[in-house]
Structures are given as C-alpha cells and as structure tokens.
C-alpha cells in the first residue's frame, strides 16, 4: 500500500509555512503572554482507530502539530481507543504511516487503553464523593428519562445509591458478573441542567469484547467524555482542539477535570472541514469499502489521506491547502476545486512532463524514411531549470491524441484536419494530407507530410501555426494503463438525498474510467510506483503500485484545467 514515494517523504519534517494568525493561534500567543502553562505549548492528535484518515483529519493534524511546532511545543498521538467493537490494529497502523506521511512525527504515542486503570481509579474515587452511581436503567429508560431541549429530566429511581452499594456494584460489572447493556456507571449532576451532557452523562458501559490493544481484560469501557479530558490531563496537555461538535461536552470536560482535581487542560473547538462532492466520514467511507463501491480504502477516489496519495497528491500540497483554508467557529464547506488547485500548484513545481497519448489515432508521415528514427531534445520541467532535458524518439508512424484531430473542423478548432499544418511538440510542423477510414466510416489513420526545416518547431521562413500537440513514436511507445477519475460523488453536497435515498445513491457512476491502451513515450516504461509527471497538455498523473515492468499503470491526480484559478480571478476581478 505504500508507495516508494511515499517512503521518501516519509519523516520528511514539515517546515512550518508562514501563515496568517487564526484565533486558536491567538489563543496560544495570550496564553504564552499570561504564563498560563508555564510556556508551554502541547497538543494532541486523538484519532479513533476504526477507520483510515481523511483530509478532514489532515485539518486537524496540521493545526495540532503544526501550532506545537510554531511554539516549540509537543504533540502526542493518542489513539481514542475505547470501543472495541469497532477498533483495529491495521487501522491504527494506518494511522501512524499517515501522520508520518503528512510530514509530521508526534513525541509521544499513547492510547486511551493505557490509561484504563487510571480512569477506573477515578470512577471509584467519583462514586466515594457521591458524584458517581450505578444505574440499572436501560439504554432505552435512560433516553426517556433525559428529557429535552425544552423539559428538563427525570431522576433515575436507583440515583440515591450508597457509596458502597455504587462501589461494589462497579467492581461486580468490571468483574464481569452482568450482560452487556444491564447496568452503566453514571456521573450524578444536574438532570434539570440546561446542557444536556450534563444531565447525569454514563461513564462506562459494560461490553463483552476482545480489545486490540487489552484483550479480555475488561469488559467495562469508559465512555469518550470520561476518557477524553482526564487522557489530556495526564498528558498535561495545555491546548485540547477538536471539532465543533465538541463544544456542548466542554462544560463535561471540564467538570471531570474539577472534580478529579487534575491538570486542567484546555479544550478548543474549531469548525470540521467539509468538501464539496466528498464524504468525510469513517463510518460512511467504511461502507464505500466494504460494499465493493470502491476498490479500498487507498483507492484514488477516496478521501482518505492513503487514497489521495496513492492518486498522486504530495503532502506539501495537503498542508498548504490546509494552512490556506485555516480555523473558525462557523461550518462551512469548501470547494473540492480550491483543493485541487493547490495539488496542482504543487505539482506545476515538481513534476518532470513527458508525452503521452491517451486515446491514440494513428499518423503516418508518408515523406519521412521508413526506418528513421531521430532522438529529439525535450525539455523536463520548464519550472525547473535543474531539471535537465531528455531525448524522445520520433520516427514515421506516430500516435496522437483522437480529439487533436477532426475531419469535419468545427470553428475556432486549430489542430490537425485535412490541408492543416500543426506542430508537433519537439518534432517538426506536418500538414494533414488524406485519412484512411475503417468500414464504419471512422478515421482509423491520419497521413501527413513533415517539413524538414522544421527540426524543433520553428519554421525558418517565419510562417506561424495555431496549434502544437504531443505525440508518441508507435514503434517506440509503451503500452499503459491509464485510470482517469472523476468526483466520487455527483452531487455538491452528497448527503442531499431524495426520502428513501441514501448517500451512495449520489455516487457518481462514472468515477473511474479504465483506458487499458494508452501509450507513453518509452522514459516511463518502468516508471516506478509513486511517480509523479505532467503527462504534457493532459495533466496530472502519478504510477500506481499495480504497476508491472513494461506495464505501468497510471493514475490521473488531476487534470490540467484549474477551475478554481478561475474562480479566484472571477473574485479578485483579475484576468
Ligand atoms: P469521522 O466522523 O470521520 O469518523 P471523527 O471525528 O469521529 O471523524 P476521530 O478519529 O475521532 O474522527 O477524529 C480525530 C480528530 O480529528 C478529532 O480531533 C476530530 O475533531 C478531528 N476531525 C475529524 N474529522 C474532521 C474534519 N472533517 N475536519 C477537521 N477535523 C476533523
Ligand atoms: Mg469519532
């Protein structure tokens, strides 16, 4: 799954790119100004191991090790494992390859099954300050109970426990004695409070399950909110952030920290990327996975960091997308396009071009020697003067792409058709004398001649072209796979579905387009995994691990046309 590339940059460390302030960064600079944690900067970065990252989770792993660093602070990566059922190692593997990936390396690794004792200790210690009880409702009665926005909650008949009772009875469910679902430990504070996180939230729940990381040892779990805060707290880190969905659980958080007396770590919400056309869900790309709707969890199509990789995109480009889009406190969702502007920015910079030609029509020159062949100078990378030349060959039967010639012009088209004369990239200038025709009527081979005095394409006498396509020697062009992808989902947003509908039901049927028999100039024949190049007026494209010597597949990052450098000059009414 990974990459050669990918290897290179792993460890890679990301230099951080100067950036305006955000109001997290704010928050920090008062902090560090007031001494609030004696200087010191720590974050975190707390994924879930039930899924592969996405790009929402590249949000926030630039913004936690990206501020740490700014302040030469330290970010840990603590996996929130705390529910067994959904939780895996290769997830957790996943994870580590990806945060690495992105540039960054966290100081410490922790999990939240490390603190497992510790937060029973705590549990133990709530119930003998009367702040924690045993609660025999079901899951069920309990939502019953809660209330609403609007109503406030009902005591539960079993909240006046003793403390023995309440401590006997946790030891007994940790013990194993009852069935899933027959009891949970509760915080006992307010079931009239107006947030409703704080009408008695469950702390632990019992569950029967074989965790990756403790196995059988419990069968109670703690749940997020007893879990998250005293996780920060005992890894005294200063500056807590996660989504704003957190924001109503902060009170909880910080409660918990009061009551246990424990380092008071600081919780900071900010707003969950959102892109258009794209799902940013675990559980959602989950089902994409294991309904056989893509081809994995790194297929290009996908969101995921594994998957965005394995299409071609460098990490360099993730973080300055990310720094660009920055933090706030309202959601929004950001154009899918913007995202891969910056891809294509990146890749402008580095990318080596060569020619390749996806849909190949055949081009005979019928004036040049049947058994030439000529090795014409082609310049790497006009955007890096380092980057050198190389020698492409050329010779009499050559491909070129099928929508660079027509038969029947429609106006304004200037490349090749019957009595024209085009350039031919590093060639020479040919001129369109006749086609040949297959029994339905297509043009199955074009015939030109070529003018010798063209040899690099320029024509001594001064005379102009409109046009200058990119073309491959038959006798010389490897045959590739090439996939070219298209947005996962049609619609801009794909959870607007019709009653009945499910968000699959916007998947884009026309996602991924298999061109089994492209041919590419000969340099790429053992193009290595992870490769990246401009294949010259088409786009993007970076070799993929299915790869095979004299075989290559390619995958396309993404096409040339950048329709948010568009956008942006509509905006900023520049042209
Ligand atoms: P998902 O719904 O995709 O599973 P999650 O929030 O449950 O996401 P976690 O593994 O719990 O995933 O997230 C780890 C961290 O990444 C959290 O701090 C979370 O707030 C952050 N995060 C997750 N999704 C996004 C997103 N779309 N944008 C920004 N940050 C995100
Ligand atoms: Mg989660």
């Known amino acids: 799954m990974k990459t050669p590339s990918a290897e290179a940059e792993t460890g890679e460390h990301a230099a951080p790119e100067p950036r305006p302030s955000n ?13 609030k944690y004696a200087g010191r900067v720590q974050t975190r970065f707390p994924p879930e191991p039930n899924g592969y990252l996405h790009i929402g989770h590249a949000k926030a792993i630039c913004l936690d090790f990206g501020l740490a660093d700014e302040f030469g602070g330290h970010t840990n990566l603590r996996f929130d494992d705390t529910n067994p059922a959904k939780e895996e190692t290769e997830y957790v593997e996943s994870i580590k390859a990806d945060v690495q990936w992105l540039g960054y390396q966290w100081d410490g690794l922790y999990y939240a099954s490390d603190y497992f004792d510790q937060l029973y200790e705590w549990a133990l210690k709530l119930i003998r300050d009367g702040k924690a009880y045993v609660d025999d409702l079901s899951a069920e009665e309990i939502r019953k109970h ?4 609007t109503e406030p909650g009902k005591d539960s008949p079993y909240r006046d426990r003793s403390v023995e009772e309440n401590a006997n009875l946790l030891e007994r469910m940790k013990a194993g004695e009852f069935p899933d679902g027959s009891r949970v430990l509760r915080a006992k504070i307010d079931m009239a409070s107006p947030n409703l996180n704080f009408r008695d939230p469950v702390m632990y729940r019992i569950l029967h399950a074989e965790h990756h990381r403790t196995g059988r040892k ?13 996780s920060d707290s005992l890894e005294k880190v200063t500056h807590s952030m996660c989504t704003l969905e957190f924001e109503d659980h902060r ?21 969950r990327l959102n892109l258009t056309h794209t799902l940013l869900s675990k559980r959602k790309l989950l089902q994409l996975v294991q309904e056989g709707r ?15 990789r394995r299409r071609g995109c460098t990490p360099e480009a993730i973080r300055n997308f990310c720094a660009s889009i920055g933090v706030s406190k309202t959601t929004g969702s950001i154009e899918l396009a913007m995202f891969e502007h910056f891809i294509r920015e990146d890749l402008n910079k580095r990318s080596p071009r060569v020619m390749a030609v996806l849909r190949p029509l055949k081009v005979v020159i019928d004036n040049y020697l049947e058994n030439q062949t000529e090795e014409m100078d082609a310049v790497n990378n006009p955007e890096d003067e380092n980057a050198g030349s190389r020698k492409v060959p050329f010779s009499r039967v050559l491909y070129i792409e099928q929508d660079d010639f027509r038969e029947v012009p429609p106006p304004k088209y200037f490349r090749l058709t019957p009595g024209r004369e085009v350039r031919l990239r590093y060639g020479y200038f040919i001129t369109c004398t006749s086609v040949m025709k297959n029994a339905a009527g297509e043009v199955v081979e074009v015939h030109c001649t070529y003018d ?9 006498d001064g005379r102009k072209v409109k046009a200058t396509i990119h073309w491959v020697s038959a006798a010389h062009a490897v045959d590739a796979e090439v996939r070219v992808y298209e ?37 790429l024949a053992n193009a290595a995994a992870g490769s990246r190049y401009q294949f010259e007026r088409l786009g993007y494209f970076c070799a993929d691990p299915d790869s095979k010597p004299s075989k290559p597949v390619f995958n396309r990052t993404v096409a ?11 905006q900023t009414g520049k042209n």
């Not at 419990?218 to 005293?230: N, R, S, V």
């Not at 010798?452 to 001594?460: E, Q």
């Open 251 to 271: 009170p909880l958080y910080n409660w918990f920290i009061q009551q246990l007396g424990i380092f008071p770590s600081q919780q900071i919400e900010f707003d």
């Open 452 to 460: 010798p005095a063209t040899r690099g394409g320029n024509a001594p």
């Open 294 to 308: 893509v081809r994995g969890w790194d297929d290009p199509r996908m969101p995921t960091i594994s998957g965005i």
């Open 560 to 570: 040339l046309k950048d329709t948010w450098a568009r956008v942006e000059r509509k």
């Open 218 to 230: 419990w069968c109670i779990y703690p749940m997020y909110d007893f879990a998250h805060g005293q």
């Open 23 to 35: 109001f997290i960064r704010d928050i920090i600079l008062d902090d560090l100004k007031t001494n």
């Open 146 to 149: 809660r209330g609403t926005l």
């Open 487 to 523: 947005n996962l989902f049609s619609k801009e947003d794909p959870a607007d579905v019709e009653p009945g509908q499910d968000v699959l039901d916007n998947l884009n049927p026309n996602s991924l387009e298999i061109i089994s028999d492209a041919k590419v100039e000969p340099s």
